[in-house]
């Protein structure tokens, strides 16, 4: 590609036209379907360097998820944890389980790092005997979140009810990610795997119910998510959708809005739109991208991602660590057999008819670039994905200086 030296012998950015010619016969692929979008930023600089109907917004799939990140970054911070704990109500000796909204919380004997319900009920046991109580009567409180459990496609292998107390985001088996079948009601199987640890430690707990613990009661104990930079990446790379609703859910209560999906959405479109970012048209319909009413232009993504890398948004820095590697990490690992391997790091997003693709790649000069691509429309997933990477793939390539 053509491109001329810059002052000190850093190599330029590609231009437009180059781009244009070297993307153009791929973004042409039939594969592709009725329509794409694409768009192309110097993350250096934050320059546009490319676009093709990068204003239109399209159905974004799974890249939704990055819009989700930036707006839980801006509204929480990097550090910010999602804590469960129990609550001890003085007048009627009532236990309550407080779900925080941490779909991570884990009721595995291995925590590996995550919060542990097994913990809690050490934790909350250990106080209720210093009380002289060995038996209590156990309810459980989802009122963080508001509205609908229900996510608009239903509950299905890719999502559980958006709850605000889950152990193992609701899921039946010992996976964590990916498809699998999920609990019916997850919030009163945490409480049920609850009653039987404090049992382990010589608490007897009744059948648990829903409840709502009051501002008198006194917390027990408490067990928190790591930090929201790691919750982020495990969000990304995995492409978690329980763990994107639970971000978006969260956005809205520290923006002071409903925790339900119109309220997250409001409150993840107004976050970035405080940041400047090109979100006329945009609809964040839900945090996961599951949702087809879902619309993201492609100058949006790549503005996203051009925020994460602005050396003066550090808090917003896993957004860009998140994204699966190219034939290594999550996603992408088995992807990128091409020789883009461990150069391109990106969002998919496949919906049926939808093929999305949002990410960084080194280029063969060494300049960081962001992209997004986005086809709408496709019949063949398999072909559509293949063109995808091959665009990016020959971003990777590409030599601009």
Do not use: W
């Not at 978690?240 to 409001?266: C, I, K, M």
Request: net charge negative; glycine share 12%.
């Amino acid at each position: 590609l053509g491109g001329s030296g810059t002052p000190g012998g850093v190599k330029a950015a590609p231009g437009g036209e180059a781009l244009g010619d070297l993307l153009g016969p791929l973004l042409d692929d039939p594969a592709l379907g009725t329509d794409r979008a694409a768009s192309v930023v110097d993350l250096t600089t934050g320059k546009r360097l490319y676009g093709l109907g990068g204003d239109a917004p399209l159905t974004p799939a799974s890249t939704t998820k990055i819009a989700t990140a930036v707006a839980a970054l801006t509204a929480l911070g990097p550090d910010h944890r999602l804590t469960t704990r129990t609550a001890l109500e003085g007048d009627t000796g009532e236990l309550v389980l407080v779900g925080g909204g941490d779909p991570t919380l884990t009721a595995r004997a291995d925590a590996k790092g995550l919060a542990s319900l097994r913990t809690l009920a050490e934790k909350t046991a250990a106080a209720l005997k210093k009380r002289d109580l060995r038996k209590v009567t156990l309810s459980y409180d989802t009122t963080l979140y508001a509205g609908d459990e229900m996510h608009p496609i239903g509950v299905n292998e890719n999502l559980a009810r958006v709850t605000a107390l889950m152990a193992d985001e609701g899921r039946k088996d010992d996976s964590t990610s990916g498809p699998a079948d999920r609990e019916a009601d997850p919030a009163a199987q945490a409480a049920r795997a609850f009653a039987g640890f404090l049992k382990q430690h010589g608490v007897t707990a009744s059948a648990p119910g829903p409840s709502k613990a009051t501002g008198r009661a006194d917390t027990l104990a408490a067990v928190s998510s790591p930090p929201l930079s790691a919750l982020v990446e495990r969000m990304l790379t995995n492409s978690d959708n329980d763990l994107a609703e639970a971000l978006a859910r969260h956005t809205a209560v520290a923006s002071g809005r409903p925790a339900d999906f119109d309220g997250a959405s409001a409150a993840m479109k107004d976050r970035l739109k405080r940041l400047g970012l090109p979100v006329r048209g945009a609809e964040l319909n839900d945090g996961s991208g599951l949702d087809r009413t879902d619309l993201v232009g492609a100058d949006l993504l790549t503005a996203l991602l051009a925020e994460a890398a602005d050396p003066e948004r550090p808090q917003l820095r896993s957004v860009l660590t998140g994204l699966p590697v190219a034939g290594f990490t999550g996603t992408l690992a088995g992807r990128y057999t091409d020789g883009a391997a461990g150069l391109v790091r990106a969002k998919t997003g496949t919906l049926t008819g939808v093929n999305t693709l949002a990410g960084t790649v080194v280029t063969a000069d060494g300049r960081l670039l962001g992209f997004a691509f986005m086809a709408h429309g496709t019949s063949d997933p398999a072909a559509a994905q293949a063109t995808l990477d091959r665009a990016a793939t020959s971003l990777a390539s590409c030599g601009c200086g």
